[in-house]
């Protein structure tokens, strides 16, 4: 797994030399402003040597701050970076992560599972939705692409090869079907888009489960089409009813959730919170399967993810701030504006973008460094915020299945004791459905708008 991050970063870093070379050139030509040119290639030339994000945003944010900034300083930027992280809706970050990782580590996930198998066994193909279904399921309590990939994939992989289907398909499936969780609410991913572009985050959750439905229906609906020749089992009432009874509070969690959320009852922070304290409540009273130590763990897992996740999203809306201050920002937008006249080109234009974007960078640094440069344009050319957020979300999930920087690729090949390679050619037929269902989530904004309003 090392040696592949290795790989990975080297090709993303040979990249960003071309791009330093292009920003260059650019600047030389006249085509860009000489700070924006000057910020570009210092943030690649950066990427190029292969640094951390977190200390690629410092760098670049300091440098800009110092160097550029008329009014600005070493106290300002610091400042700065408290005021980001001093928000309440960031405590609905850690709250999701902690309860993804207390139902992937208990029996909440194993349970859902169980209750969809059974409501599909009598499907061709049964076994192969059911793992899709429980996937959307999972997604609408965890906000985590690798937590549901990981929370289902583990218990269904190895159930699905068992059952004799194809390795492929089956490895193929579960990395597609774990990006679900960035998708359907509650998202971090949305999150962090409402956070840095200031749009309502209630109704990015709410704009997310249409694309989200959708996206579940293709793939369960190719899930038949490959296996539709395949025996099926009798229908069982009574295995449903037994697995329902046993899963009705694990059931009931994505019931409340998305209730309070589309009813409005809960903001954000408190679906986080319920989340939470709803999944320790049932591990810790009713399915008891969690020991002490195992809670322990469980937060300190926790806490290591958010030592690089806050500190990540404070200095890169720290470097927002400045850039939108400068004018860098402005100045973008109105060169793309001169250049790129047709809203549905320019819209093109960004998609190839952020799918470019996805194959180098994880969602959530995509997120914090591009939506604050890309907003201003898609706002001017007349589009939808949330539904750009969901564009955004869009492209970005798709990134998590293509190399070399696919998170959920990384993660299957070391959980799953499956090639790299092997796991690249099996996404392929699914990155297909996905481009196509981009493809329906941008031309159809009412897909995420009607419900959001």
């Not at 700070?35 to 210092?42: D, G, H, N, R």
């Not at 997604?139 to 692409?145: C, E, K, L, R, V």
Request: aromatic fraction near 10%.
């Amino acid at each position: 797994m090392t040696a592949l991050q290795a790989t990975g970063r080297m090709g993303a870093s040979w990249v960003a030399f071309g791009l330093i070379g292009f920003f260059l050139l650019m600047g030389l030509l006249g085509a860009f402003p000489v700070k924006l040119t000057a910020v570009l290639v210092i943030l690649f030339a950066l990427l190029f040597l292969r640094q951390p994000v977190v200390l690629l945003l410092a760098t670049g944010t300091a440098f800009i701050h110092l160097y550029y900034a008329k009014n600005s300083s070493v106290e300002f930027l610091i400042q700065d970076m408290w005021f980001t992280v001093d928000r309440e809706v960031l405590l609905a970050i850690p709250m999701f992560i902690l309860a993804g990782a207390l139902m992937t580590r208990g029996s909440i996930a194993q349970r859902m599972i169980n209750v969809m198998v059974a409501l599909t066994s009598f499907i061709p193909g049964g076994l192969a939705i059911s793992a899709v279904l429980a996937c959307a399921l999972f997604a609408a309590i965890s906000g985590s692409s690798i937590v549901t990939m990981l929370a289902i994939g583990t218990i269904m992989y190895p159930a699905m090869i068992k059952a004799g289907y194809n390795r492929a398909f089956s490895i193929g499936l579960i990395c597609c079907s774990g990006t679900l969780g960035i998708m359907i609410p509650p998202s971090i991913s949305m999150i962090l888009y409402g956070i840095v572009t200031e749009t309502s985050i209630s109704r990015l959750f709410i704009a997310g489960i249409g694309p989200g439905l959708l996206l579940t229906l293709l793939l369960s609906v190719y899930c038949y089409l490959m296996n539709r020749k395949r025996a099926t089992e009798a229908f069982s009432l009574q295995r449903l009813i037994k697995a329902t009874r046993e899963g009705f509070f694990a059931m009931m969690l994505p019931v409340i959730l998305m209730g309070g959320i589309y009813s409005g009852h809960f903001s954000p922070t408190e679906a986080a919170a319920v989340s939470l304290g709803y999944a320790t409540i049932i591990e810790a009273f009713v399915h008891r399967e969690l020991k002490l130590r195992d809670y322990g763990q469980i937060t300190f897992e926790t806490v290591k993810m958010l030592g690089t996740l806050l500190p990540l999203l404070a200095i890169a809306t720290s470097l927002n701030t400045i850039l939108d201050y400068e004018g860098i920002a402005k100045t973008w937008v109105n060169y793309v504006q001169t250049t790129i006249t047709d809203p549905g080109l320019l819209l093109l234009g960004i998609n190839i973008l952020l799918l470019a974007v996805g194959c180098l960078m994880d969602v959530g640094s995509a997120i914090m460094i591009f939506s604050p440069l890309l907003y201003p344009m898609i706002k001017s050319a007349g589009i939808d915020p949330v539904h750009f957020g969901i564009i955004m979300t869009a492209n970005l999930e798709i990134g998590y299945l293509t190399p070399p920087v696919g998170l959920n690729l990384i993660v299957a090949m070391a959980a799953f004791k499956e090639s790299f390679g092997f796991i690249c050619k099996a996404v392929i037929p699914f990155i297909a459905i996905m481009l196509t269902w981009l493809a329906i989530v941008c031309l159809w904004p009412a897909l995420s708008l009607h419900l959001a309003g």
